[in-house]
């Protein structure tokens, strides 16, 4: 397999997979085949990366920072921050430019993080304050209305959430999936492939899609043998599988077609 992850929303989090670099190292055990014979076997991982959070609305930071600026500058105020640069010698310009350098300063060194802090708490063991706010998914219902108006106010709702998308930065494309390599002295022996994929119980129905695509791609590829479900571990939603080919160099080959690589990378079509 690759080091991109598998279908989308299929998988998720478990233990990283050697580099294709390291495929020297890759974790192997010899085993009997059926007539006897000593058989190659490889153990592979399929993890997926928790899920990005998306920055908090643009609106919610806003609320925090001006709730910070009347805080700071009722504190400025009261402390005689300004009369004290007036009379250091600085004129009101200098005098105001120096408030809000400090203003700025503590609002992005501390006081964002303290107000978001200290504004929360648990209540029935669930947690109610600016943290909860901030971390709560984007406003889905304007999408899925196609009345003229809701969708207009969806639009000033989506700019509130993310502002403009012309100040957005350009997508960086991804790096190409890098092909996961195994390697023997005996390039005819058979080779065992073990495949874990960790999953959501509530994407199973997605899950028996994408294997069996991935089997049907398997049985048109040269050199493969069977593919079986060895286990299924319930507590922890682990499947695990047993893909035989006739030789490495047939496991790499199929491993390296581009419908492969689709498929892992979740590109492909289910």
């Avoid at 010899?30 to 490889?42: D, I, L, Q, R, Y």
């Avoid at 300063?105 to 501390?110: K, Q, T």
């Avoid at 504004?119 to 889905?140: D, M, N, S």
């Avoid at 080919?245 to 689709?262: D, G, I, K, R």
Wanted: with cysteine; glycine share 6%; aromatic share 12%.
């Amino acid at each position: 397999m690759t080091d991109e992850k598998e279908t989308d929303g299929i998988l998720v989090d478990t233990d990283e997979i050697v580099d294709v670099d390291e495929y020297d190292s890759a974790p192997m055990t010899m085993e009997e085949g059926e007539n006897g014979s000593k058989t190659a076997s490889f153990v592979d991982f399929a993890p997926l990366p928790r899920p990005p959070v998306p920055p908090p609305a643009k609106y919610k930071l806003c609320f925090i920072i001006w709730v910070l600026v009347y805080f700071v500058s009722w504190f400025a105020q009261e402390a005689g921050i300004i009369p004290a640069f007036i009379k250091g010698g600085l004129n009101v310009d200098g005098a105001f430019f120096c408030l809000f350098m400090i203003e700025i300063l503590v609002m992005v060194f501390c006081g964002v993080e303290l107000l978001i802090g200290l504004c929360r708490v648990k209540i029935a063991g669930t947690w109610y304050g600016f943290l909860p706010w901030l971390l709560q998914p984007r406003c889905q219902w304007g999408k899925k209305s196609t009345n003229f108006f809701m969708v207009i106010l969806a639009s000033f709702v989506a700019i509130a959430e993310d502002g403009f998308s012309i100040f957005n930065p350009p997508k960086i494309p991804q790096p190409p999936p890098k092909i996961r390599v195994f390697d023997l002295v005996d390039k005819e022996k058979e080779v065992v492939l073990r495949a874990q994929h960790k999953l959501n119980p509530e994407k199973l129905k997605e899950y028996d899609q994408w294997c069996k695509s991935m089997i049907q791609l398997m049985e048109a590829q040269p050199g493969f043998v069977s593919a079986v479900k060895e286990a299924v571990d319930e507590q922890t939603n682990t499947h695990t599988w047993r893909l035989t080919f006739q030789n490495v160099t047939m496991l790499n080959n199929c491993m390296a077609h581009s419908s492969w690589v689709n498929l892992v990378t979740g590109q492909g079509q289910l």
